[in-house]
């Protein structure tokens, strides 16, 4: 098997099997078939309603704990640091494993930035083994430039300039810049330019500031 090592040094298989559209009650066999025959990196979701099944397969396979990969992911629904956080303790005690290896966000909607938080707590509880290790804006910094935009943040202090700068040590998964793609509403949040009503407001703005009309 080939592994990835990720930016804390934990190394993830580069293949792994998905219970994606597995039902419970077909999640355990199928899980436990997947590590007969040498899958050790198994991926599911708190949205699958399947972790049962796959820690069931795991305590039964007599295969070390750490010899296996674990990957979840929290649930829009649970989109805040309060509800991300107990979501994370309920998939811990359905997967019946102290640790999960990788836990991400499913989608990047509702509170994300609340939920991400849950999640560095975590890893500095010892219950999630890896993620990106970078802040939320240093992640949206990084997309951004994979996305091939140029990217000019702005701070006033000098530790988060240098966070801003830091984003060149570390890549997002495919999974990630798909749910980084589908936040995107094609509008400008700060100043849109194509509103009638905030360009009627932006020129009575610039003419009260001219001694006479604009044009």
Known sequence: MKYKRLNNSVLMPYLGYGVYQVSPAEAERCVADALSVGYRLIDTAQAYGNEEGVGAAIAKSGIPREEIFITSKVWVSNATYERAAASIEESLAKLG?????????????????????????????????????????????????????????????????????????????????????AIDENKALVLDHSDPQTVTGLLNWITSQLDGPLY
Not at 140 to 152: S, T, Y
């Open 97 to 181: 494993t102290d640790y999960i290896d990788l836990m991400l966000l499913h989608q990047a909607y509702g509170d994300y930035h609340g939920a991400y938080r849950a999640l560095e707590d975590a890893y500095d509880a010892g219950k999630i083994r890896a993620k990106y290790g970078k802040t939320p804006a240093q992640v949206i910094l990084r997309a951004l430039i994979e996305n091939d935009v140029v990217v000019i943040p702005k701070s006033t202090h000098k530790d988060r300039m240098e966070q801003n700068l830091n984003v060149f040590d570390f890549e997002l998964s495919d999974e990630d810049l798909s749910a980084f793609a």
